[in-house]
């Protein structure tokens, strides 16, 4: 059925076709629907005007465009050619400023009147004592302009659209078309109870004044209805998802700890950290809940999760069933069951690896011996998704750094078992703001370990420039003659890899020239996985001493005999990136350091990044600064950022209004899971719009 906002664009007065085409080409704006979504973001306040005083006294304050009124006295030419600029000397009765053009000087000679009533509007700047406004927009005073107050919408145009006259102002122009015409079919689409509870304003005043607002406080309330609309639909889906899930799918019962207990008492190797204690506590709530468990757990580098991994795992034996571990390397799937199997030997627990690189003769047993329940734990990379894998009774599977791997994978895994799912804890190592974990996995139970076990020695993080080489290659050295390894990181990135990967091996060449009788390994994307896995585990035996190596080592990788972490130029990897390389370190006894080297111009991002690294080694703290550097989409690189393209919520500064938001999708669900009662008809209604327009929308593009 198709309504007033599924009409084309094309036919909104001002449009037409062929910036309808621009409109859809440049900016996704199909219908009138879009362009009423395109919302503005930023307003520039022409709400008052100042005096050229108060813009004297007030500079430091001012970061966006403001309004004077006042005369032209008079124009000068300056310098010839490209450098040619028109200066004028704008004033009220409270001072004077200097106006400055660079383009179009003729033709504002030729319009502007001197000594008439102009009203200005543009971001003034401080040049010695003298302040500025170039190329400011320029109006004579009427009646009609001299008193009114107004906040102007300013949108996002590409390049494209601004040559081809669409820019910002167009856009606010045709906004101005369209919002009359709409206004009798915009239907409020938040139930009222929430509107009232959350005092939120209606759709149609929302929509108004997000774009044309009538004053600063309208504006805010327009805003903080629609993001909490967008959010709140976010939320409603994933929890929604979480609650069918939860009724339809019976998960298996888990709930002999005999098992557990005989594990901390005889082989414990340590005391859990309060921390691991809560969050075996959860798992083990969802294991014996009789439904199938989805949760995600997430903890800092060397935050001990491994042992919470096995735990749960045994709660899984001890009730009969098998566990699976996915990692998405061989390496990682390598240390995993090194590890594992050291606590599963002895309790005496059948393990086995499974990778692309065991040989089918050793397939065979391994296949069998899950099929008829002998083997318990498997550990494994994606081969254990392979068809010729069937488990017995899968009770557990546990999937390692999540983001490596598609839902799609996800969901494999757990169909590895016909009639019951297992119950899926998803771990990962890298810490994601709560706003994002609660968008990307909205639909899993978190849990989160927030505390490192005790006696752990903080990494020490230094910023050297590159000019301090001698002194940085003597500290490797004292701790080389301590026995140390150390790792030296070179950046790798896809454009401009030939050049990376040269100065990866100039890096190594003079390593080895600093480093005669150092044996040192080197690792990069371009090798051969074999060649490259021989390496490493050169280096991982301790044959080697120093690792020269991209960004192939981030991930897992343990050497608790490593304890210096060189990044070089730091300056160009992000925030986590920087933090989970730093993570390779740190992990035995011994006090471990990272120093990151950069040129010596640093641009203020850089700055930020090398600064928060060396002030903490907090991953939530890091990767809370990392969104609010790069935004949701950089941070979680692009293959999620649809699922994070949004409207008009900001997942870095929006928090608090997520939170509430999902709250109250919560409640709503939990009081009508069906979305059936009467006053729910609206979400109801809401939710298959949005689902149509998501249909909609992969059909076009
Ligand atoms: P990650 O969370 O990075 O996977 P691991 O599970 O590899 O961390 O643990 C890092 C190191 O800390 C391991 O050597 C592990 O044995 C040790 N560890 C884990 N939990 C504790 C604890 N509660 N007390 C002391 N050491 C611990
Ligand atoms: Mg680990």
Redesign the pocket.
């Known amino acids: 059925m198709p309504t007033f906002f599924h009409t084309s664009l094309e036919f909104l007065k001002g449009v037409g076709p062929q910036r309808a085409a621009l409109l859809q080409k440049e900016l996704g704006l199909f219908t009138f629907g879009d362009l009423i979504q395109y919302y503005p973001f930023r307003h520039e306040d022409r709400t008052r005007f100042y005096k050229i005083k108060e813009v004297a006294q007030t500079i430091d304050e001012i970061s966006t465009g403001i309004q004077v009124k006042g005369t032209i006295n008079g124009f000068q030419t300056i310098g010839t050619g490209f450098k040619k600029r028109l200066t004028g000397t704008f004033k009220d009765e409270t001072g004077s400023m200097e106006l400055v053009w660079f383009q179009r000087i003729n033709w504002i000679l030729d319009k502007i009147k001197l000594n008439t009533p102009y009203i200005i509007f543009g971001k003034p700047n401080l040049f010695g004592n003298k302040i500025s406004i170039a190329h400011p927009e320029i109006e004579p005073i009427t009646t009609g302009n001299e008193s009114r107050g107004y906040l102007h919408p300013v949108y996002n145009v590409t390049e494209k659209l601004r040559a081809r006259h669409l820019d910002s102002k167009v856009i606010s122009k045709l906004m101005a078309v369209l919002l009359p015409l709409a206004q009798n079919h915009i239907r409020e689409t938040l139930p009222a109870g929430l509107l009232k509870q959350h005092n939120l304003a209606d759709k149609r005043m929302a929509l108004q004044n997000i774009h044309l607002p009538q004053s600063e406080a309208l504006l805010n309330q327009a805003r903080y209805r629609l993001k909490f609309e967008e959010l709140f639909y976010i939320q409603l889906r994933l929890i929604k998802m979480k609650l069918v899930r939860q009724d339809k799918f019976k998960g298996m019962v888990f709930n002999d700890t005999a098992i557990l207990t005989q594990f901390y008492k005889e082989h414990l190797?340590?005391?859990?950290?309060e921390a691991?204690k809560r969050v075996i506590r959860e798992i083990y709530t969802d294991m014996k809940s009789g439904k199938q468990m989805n949760r995600l757990l997430q903890?800092d580098?060397?935050?001990?999760?491994?042992?919470v991994a096995f735990i749960c795992m045994l709660l899984a034996v001890g009730g009969g069933a098998q566990a699976t571990l996915m990692a998405p390397t061989e390496i990682l799937a390598q240390q995993h069951y090194a590890?594992l199997k050291k606590y599963a030997d002895k309790m005496g627990i059948g393990i086995a690896l499974l990778t692309g690189s065991v040989k089918k003769s050793q397939r065979k047993p391994i296949h069998y011996a899950l099929e008829d329940g002998s083997l318990k734990i498997l550990v494994g990379t994606h081969a254990l998704l392979e068809e010729g894998v069937k488990f017995n009774k899968l009770g557990l599977a546990i999937i390692d750094e999540q983001h490596r791997f598609g839902v799609a994978q996800r969901s494999k895994l757990w169909q590895k078992n016909a009639t019951v799912f297992p119950h899926v804890l998803v771990m990962t190592?890298t810490p994601i703001p709560r706003t994002l974990a609660m968008t990307l996995y909205g639909d899993l139970e978190i849990s989160v370990?927030d505390e490192l076990?005790?006696g752990r020695k903080p990494i020490k993080t230094t910023h050297r420039y590159d000019s301090h080489r001698l002194q940085v290659n003597g500290f490797i050295k004292t701790q080389l003659d301590k026995g140390r390894q150390a790792y030296i990181v070179y950046p790798l990135i896809d454009e401009s890899e030939k050049l990376d990967l040269k100065h990866l091996m100039d890096g190594y060449e003079s390593i080895s020239r600093a480093f005669p009788d150092v044996p040192v390994s080197i690792v990069h994307g371009q090798m051969k996985p074999e060649a490259k896995d021989y390496e490493m585990a050169r280096f991982v035996k301790g044959e080697t001493k120093i690792m020269v190596a991209t960004t192939v080592i981030e991930v897992g990788v343990?050497v608790?005999n490593a304890s210096v972490m060189i990044i070089e130029s730091a300056e160009r990897f992000g925030l986590s990136q920087l933090h989970q390389l730093r993570g390779r370190v740190g992990?035995g006894a011994e006090q471990s350091y990272c120093i990151l080297m950069t040129g010596n111009k640093l641009s203020a991002d850089s700055r930020v990044r090398i600064e928060t690294m060396v002030k903490t080694n907090n991953g939530f703290e890091i990767s809370e600064t990392d969104l609010k550097l790069r935004g949701p989409g950089d941070l979680m690189g692009t293959q999620q950022s649809g699922a994070l393209d949004l409207l008009i919520a900001d997942l870095g500064k929006d928090g608090e209004i997520l939170k509430v938001a999902r709250e109250a999708a919560t409640e709503i669900l939990q009081a009508d899971p069906t979305l059936d009662k009467p006053e729910n008809q609206v979400v109801r209604q809401q939710v298959e719009s949005l689902k149509r327009t998501v249909v909609n929308w992969s059909r076009i593009s």
């Open positions: 190797p340590f005391d859990l950290t691991q903890g580098v060397g935050s001990g999760k491994t042992i590890n190592a370990i076990p005790k343990d608790p992990r």
